[in-house]
């Protein structure tokens, strides 16, 4: 199949389109807060926002697995599922902070101030803990325009240019996945 350049030209601006919607979305969601009706419950949220990110993660590695053993017509349908899960997880992930107030690892009492009790009860696992989350912010903001690329390239048949960027946005986009649950884990005894 020929590689449809045409359509790849006008999904790449889209692909940078949406990367910036989504990166002022979830730079404004700190800043502004949206009052939800009286009854609406949204805590169930961050057990659904790991989810979403585990079972990307899952995804993703049958996605390696398919294409390794040169089952692309798995491996692609792998690939649609991941992105839809990952549509979902951004969609809901913004809806919830947008809000909801942020939760501070080691706030126990839920103030959303950290005394010098807390900080102390929670050690060095604090700075664990925001390593962790500002690496999978930091990559899941680069990842975000990245992983639309290459899913254009294989898309529109682009295969060896989907192939050579594949090679390094896959593993970020992974990483993203796994470190997402891995900080809902640990910032859940907060919530």
Not at 4 to 30: E, Q
Not at 131 to 139: F, G, W
Request: contains cysteine; aromatic residues 12%.
């Amino acid at each position: 199949m020929e590689p449809n350049l045409k359509l790849a030209k006008t999904l790449n601006r889209w692909a940078w389109v949406v990367s910036i919607i989504v990166l002022l979305l979830v730079g404004m969601m700190r800043r502004v807060k949206i009052d939800v009706p009286a009854g609406v419950d949204l805590s169930f949220l961050p057990t659904f926002h790991a989810s979403m990110n585990a079972l990307t993660a899952i995804v993703l590695v049958m996605a390696l697995v398919f294409i390794k053993q040169k089952n692309v017509k798995l491996h692609r349908q792998s690939i649609y599922v991941a992105m839809a899960l990952s549509v979902l997880f951004l969609l809901s992930y913004v809806a919830y902070h947008f809000t909801n107030p942020e939760t501070l690892f080691g706030d126990a009492n839920g103030d959303g101030v950290l005394s010098d009790e807390e900080l102390v009860a929670v050690g060095s696992t604090r700075t664990f803990y925001l390593i962790l989350l500002l690496t999978h912010i930091v990559l899941a903001a680069v990842s975000l325009p990245l992983i639309l690329f290459t899913f254009i390239r294989g898309y529109t048949n682009q295969v060896e240019r989907h192939r050579k960027m594949a090679k390094w946005v896959y593993p970020l986009w992974l990483y993203v996945a796994v470190t997402g649950p891995i900080c809902y884990w640990l910032l859940r005894p907060y919530y």
